[in-house]
């Protein structure tokens, strides 16, 4: 089934390229169904490229999905244009009278900042606690799982000598949760980020369940033990080609980046890195909005 966008949101067109199924709003008011409401707070600064990612995910699902993406009103992008945000986003305050079935909070270029000195902290803090009430599960991706397990649960967030960036191994803990239904044992997953969520301050806390983890990337997946709220730190949303535009940006400031872990065959920038985890990313989107989302949401909920 398909997911309702805007009839000309720049995704539209990748997407029907790739033989995802697409519809827009005049299409879809027509069908007697209950669409799931999902709203996305872009906090990345390439918010087409990332719009485009999480709606491919969202897309390969029999359920019909209706998005409203968002973005924070108290910060302004430097990398996508106002007039798109004008014409494809609304604002927090523009939506917190709705519920929704879900929500996604992506990642962001600020974890070197302390939580706090982050322009639209309180913007976030806001959301979060609004979510609690309004939003029956959560997805918070790298970033933004560092932030709502800040937020909720009191867990630090703790610097990495240097940038973890690359494809890495991971193992699942517990191959019985619904969300990691259907994974194998060991599957790999994206990270680029500067900072990391220890596994032992997880464990500590009761309502939290650690459910896999890399011996090189740390934590990847943890999850409330109601499934409300669902935190990976990883970017299991990239193409194949994201971590090779980031290095290839950092290489150009002149940060001297190190080649992406385990990305580029013979780790020689020049040649197509493999998808291997277009998979797990595909299953890991569709479980939550299967076991969490559609199979839980009360049907009067919205």
């Not at 913007?123 to 970033?143: G, H, R």
């Not at 690359?166 to 990270?191: E, Q």
């Amino acid at each position: 089934m398909p997911i309702r966008i805007q009839a000309d949101l720049p995704a539209i067109e990748v997407l029907e390229a790739e033989n995802i199924f697409v519809m827009t709003h005049e299409r879809a008011a027509v069908q007697d169904i209950r669409p799931l409401k999902i709203a996305i707070l872009n906090l990345m600064p390439t918010k087409i490229e990332t719009e485009t990612q999480l709606l491919r995910l969202l897309g390969n699902s029999p359920l019909q999905v209706d998005v409203e993406l968002l973005h924070p009103a108290s910060h302004i992008s430097k990398n996508t244009s106002p007039s798109h945000l004008n014409k494809f986003y609304k604002t927090f305050g523009a939506v917190r009278d709705q519920r929704f079935d879900g929500l996604i909070v992506t990642g962001a270029p600020v974890e070197k900042l302390p939580f706090e000195e982050v322009d639209y902290w309180a913007e976030m803090c806001a959301l979060m606690e609004w979510a609690k009430e309004n939003v029956y599960s959560t997805l918070y991706i790298c970033w933004g799982a560092q932030a709502g397990l800040y937020y909720h649960y009191g867990i630090q967030k703790h610097p990495l000598p240097e940038k973890l960036s690359g494809i890495y191994n991971h193992r699942v803990l517990n191959p019985y949760h619904p969300l990691l239904r259907g994974f194998d044992d060991n599957y790999f997953a994206p990270h680029s980020r500067y900072t990391q969520v220890l596994l032992e301050d997880v464990e500590r806390c009761p309502d939290l369940l650690p459910l896999s983890v890399s011996d090189l990337a740390g934590l990847h997946i943890c999850a409330d033990r109601a499934g409300r709220r669902i935190f990976v730190t990883g970017h299991a949303e990239y193409d194949r080609d994201t971590l090779r535009k980031e290095y290839f940006r950092d290489l150009n400031k002149g940060l001297g980046p190190k080649v992406p872990y385990n990305y580029f065959p013979g780790d020689d920038p020049a040649r197509t890195p493999p998808f291997t985890w277009r998979s797990n990313a595909h299953l890991l989107v569709s479980n939550w909005l299967n076991y969490y989302v559609y199979q839980q949401t009360p049907y009067d909920f919205i």
